[in-house]
């Protein structure tokens, strides 16, 4: 059974930093892709970035470029979400997902297993 769980999430204040970790479980993701992506209030879910678990290759939404860092623990098969200089609009409830396709996609569908989210709250 695969099995995709968030946590690092909380309260921060804006210019702050938080880590996100997810943790997978359940089947070989290598040749898998890895992605996060949030839902704020109201809005759609939306991608923030993506990692190839083979190759590294990364991919970040233009909203985050130069503040977070998507990064894999092959070893301990975790992907992580470095988020540094946090602005209010990343509130959000951020979800990691899993892609079949090892390429850095951005679209929900693309994307086959998801965690269920946790909480980044930013205070401005």
């Known amino acids: 059974q695969v099995q995709l769980v968030e946590s690092g999430g909380g309260l921060v204040q804006v210019g702050g930093s938080l880590r996100l970790s997810c943790a997978a479980s359940?089947?070989?993701?290598?040749?898998?892709?890895m992605g996060w992506f949030r839902q704020a209030p109201g809005k759609e879910r939306e991608f923030v970035a993506a990692?190839?678990?083979?190759?590294?290759?990364?991919l970040y939404a233009d909203s985050v470029k130069g503040r977070f860092t998507i990064f894999s623990d092959n070893t301990e098969n975790t992907v992580n979400l470095q988020m540094n200089r946090l602005k209010p609009e990343d509130t959000a409830v951020y979800y990691c997902?899993?892609?079949?396709?090892?390429?850095?996609?951005?679209?929900?569908?693309?994307?086959?297993?998801w965690g269920r989210g946790t909480q980044v709250t930013v205070s401005s």
């Open positions: 359940g089947r070989n993701f290598s040749g898998y892709a």
């Open positions: 990692i190839s678990w083979s190759y590294g290759d990364t």
């Open positions: 997902a899993a892609s079949h396709w090892d390429l850095v996609v951005a679209g929900t569908s693309e994307y086959d297993y």
